[in-house]
């Protein structure tokens, strides 16, 4: 399975684009970071995206969204759009994004061309979508609902995404089984407010789970943390069953 980093920064640091991940061109998880921009960079096309995941509904984490969908939509030849799924009140969230941002008219617009789907998941969810199992674990954070993933694709591979979160049950049982798990790391030598991770805590993630390969986005600071992966923008690994993870840029 191949990941690549749309967005490693938190919210307001500027260490990177906000969040966003590709997998296999075919899943994008969160969409804080334009995604219909960056992808053209590593070489793919959103149109291929049959799957949005989305963690929890800061802005940091869906603020493109509705660019994405009008870059789907607004084409000749539109096809169906990609299920989107995320925590309860996700297509209340997504439609009010879009009127918000552009009014009624584009909502119905892309109501028409692309026909969106979507899909609740909560804790516990254990659920075919677009061909990968996704698995979602509630997690602690200043706002909920929030979901951590856990996304295997048919052979076997599986890249978890932390969201955002405090240290927790869910976070743990989402990083359990991984080969690779994105973890956030938004403070470095001491706790931050508002239900994220520290360096401190990562660390910790990674002693209890030593058969899993980290990497460490959602940076406020680009730093090394001794055994993870720094994320970037546009990093991109290919994931295979059992810790074999090679870069490929
Ligand atoms: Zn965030």
């Given amino acids: 399975m191949r990941l690549t980093v749309?967005?490693?920064?938190?919210?307001?640091?500027?260490?990177?684009?906000?969040?966003g991940y590709l997998l296999d061109s075919r899943v994008l998880v969160d969409?804080?970071?334009?995604?219909?921009?960056?992808?053209?960079?590593?070489?793919?096309?959103?149109?291929?995206?049959?799957?949005?995941?989305?963690?929890?509904?800061?802005?940091?984490?869906?603020?493109?969204?509705p660019l994405v969908l009008g870059a789907l939509a607004f084409v000749p030849d539109p096809h169906r759009g990609p299920l989107i799924a995320g925590p309860p009140g996700t297509r209340e969230y997504v439609s009010r994004l879009v009127t918000d941002g552009y009014g009624q008219h584009i909502q119905e617009l892309l109501d028409l061309?692309?026909?969106?789907r979507y899909a609740v998941l909560?804790?516990?969810?254990?659920?075919e979508l677009a061909g990968y199992r996704v698995r979602a674990h509630s997690v602690v954070h200043s706002l909920?609902?929030?979901?951590?993933?856990?996304?295997?694709?048919?052979?076997?591979?599986?890249?978890?995404f932390s969201g955002d979160s405090a240290m927790c049950a869910g976070l743990?049982?989402?990083?359990?089984?991984?080969?690779?798990?994105?973890?956030?790391?938004?403070?470095?030598?001491k706790p931050v407010p508002g239900g994220h991770l520290y360096s401190d805590e990562v660390a910790a993630l990674m002693a209890a789970f030593p058969d899993v390969r980290f990497v460490i986005s959602h940076l406020a600071q680009r730093r090394e943390l001794r055994g993870a992966l720094v994320a970037h923008d546009l990093l991109?690994?290919?994931?295979?069953?059992?810790?074999?993870?090679?870069a490929s840029s």
């Fill in 31 to 65: 969409c804080g970071a334009p995604a219909h921009v960056l992808s053209r960079r590593v070489g793919v096309s959103i149109r291929d995206l049959s799957l949005i995941l989305l963690t929890h509904f800061h802005a940091d984490h869906t603020f493109m969204l």
């Fill in 236 to 246: 991109t690994l290919d994931v295979s069953p059992r810790e074999q993870v090679t």
């Fill in 172 to 189: 743990e049982r989402a990083i359990r089984g991984c080969d690779l798990f994105v973890c956030e790391c938004t403070g470095w030598g």
């Fill in 6 to 19: 749309l967005g490693s920064g938190d919210a307001f640091s500027g260490c990177g684009c906000n969040a």
């Fill in 144 to 160: 909920g609902p929030s979901l951590a993933y856990a996304i295997s694709d048919s052979a076997g591979a599986t890249i978890g």
């Fill in 113 to 116: 061309r692309l026909g969106p």
């Fill in 122 to 127: 909560q804790d516990g969810s254990d659920v």
